[in-house]
């Protein structure tokens, strides 16, 4: 008999059994498991949370605070430069006040005497003159006008420099006027040396209502807030001891167009991503929605923290610190099933099913139940619609 030959054909004929072999068997041979396919889906994610406003604001703050006099009025809006309010210093004294007034009525009583009958018209210009800036200056602190309170002020100061100047010139040989007009120079002088003018550095709604959070939760500084943090902040506990400070704060200016919402899940199932956007209403003020977007998120057993950034105007919510809100949002991703979620060197991720074993792909869950899954690939384009992931 002759040897039998192998020609090409017959290799051929074998490769086309294994593989037809492979695909047949390939999750035995593999020890893959079953099989799902992957799919875009949406979800609709909505939960109560706890949630910390921490506003953009500047402070307003003095040193040896002992009083205070508001100029502009809680709640309106202040260009920079503007004058808020008059801090009185621990040197204060009402009695100082009495005293300049005394003062400026013997002044007025006693040149009334040296003048008799007399009748001075330039003396009356000047009077008229300081007293129309007097007025000019009320009506503006009161709002009944608007204007430059600085410039009124340095009007109304130089209108009574002017008729001070005038009356001791005339009267300038009567020593008893001229001690009296020392005098009230030397009061004015005191009292400048306590009064400070507190002006904005910045635009912004003014409030004098402070909650001693305003130092340590600032816009500045979200970042590096902590879960433990905010959970005193929500139990009313103070982050930091109030002591001796240098300076204090008696204002406010709110930037009413950016600020932050801090917000707590303690139920393990939020999966906040970065750039996500969320609408959301503070209990209370169900009439308000407002939208923010996840700006970075904090993880602590079952406690998820993410920070929202927002540029609705803050409205009433700019005297609120802290309380619950309704928090949600409309999820795009991927839907495979729940139990094809697992966590591989305490990565949580799929299977994708590419070769014997599968390829660990990790990945974001956005939401979950006890069937299914809908998840975010941590690096795009890996895997997709109609991709097949292993359950194991």
Do not use: C
Request: hydrophobic residues 40%; negative net charge; proline residues 2%.
């Amino acid at each position: 008999m002759g040897k039998l030959r192998v020609t090409g054909r017959f290799y051929v004929f074998l490769t086309l059994v294994m593989a037809i072999i492979l695909f047949l068997f390939r999750d035995s041979l593999f020890g893959s498991g079953e099989v799902a396919v992957v799919y875009e889906a949406t979800a609709s994610d909505v939960r109560s949370v706890s949630a910390v406003i921490v506003r953009d604001e500047e402070m307003v703050s003095a040193k040896q605070v002992s009083r205070v006099e508001y100029i502009a009025s809680e709640g309106t809006l202040v260009a920079t430069g503007d004058p808020v309010l008059y801090v009185y210093s621990l040197e204060y004294s009402e009695k100082l006040i009495r005293e300049l007034n005394t003062v400026r009525k013997n002044i007025q009583t006693y040149h009334n005497i040296l003048l008799g009958n007399e009748i001075d018209s330039t003396l009356e210009v000047y009077d008229l003159t300081v007293k129309q800036r007097a007025l000019d200056l009320k009506n503006l602190i009161y709002r009944n006008t608007s204007g430059n309170f600085l410039n009124l002020v340095d009007q109304l100061e130089a209108a009574m420099d002017e008729r001070r100047a005038y009356m001791s010139s005339t009267m300038r040989s009567d020593t008893k006027l001229i001690k009296y007009y020392d005098e009230e120079k030397q009061k004015i002088s005191a009292i400048d040396a306590w009064r400070n003018t507190m002006l904005t550095s910045e635009e912004g709604v003014v409030s004098f209502y402070l909650d001693g959070y305003e130092n340590d939760l600032k816009a500045e500084n979200v970042s590096e807030l902590t879960i433990a943090q905010m959970r005193k902040v929500i139990q009313g506990e103070k982050l930091s001891e109030t002591g001796v400070r240098d300076e204090v704060n008696v204002a406010r200016i709110v930037n009413q167009n950016h600020w932050y919402l801090v917000v707590l899940a303690d139920d393990g199932k939020w999966n906040p991503v970065n750039g996500q956007v969320y609408s959301f209403q503070m209990i209370g003020y169900e009439d308000l929605l407002y939208t923010g977007v996840v700006k970075s998120v904090q993880k602590m057993g079952d406690t998820v923290m993410a920070q929202l950034e927002i540029s609705d105007p803050i409205g009433p919510l700019m005297y609120q610190r802290s309380g619950k809100a309704a928090i949600g949002a409309n999820l795009n991703g991927l839907r495979v099933p729940a139990k094809a979620i697992i966590k591989q060197n305490g990565q949580t991720g799929v299977l994708l099913y590419d070769v014997p074993g599968g390829t660990f792909i990790p990945v974001e869950v956005l939401s979950e139940d006890d069937d299914d899954a809908l998840i975010m690939p941590l690096v795009e384009g890996v895997i997709g619609s109609g991709s097949r992931v292993l359950i194991k």
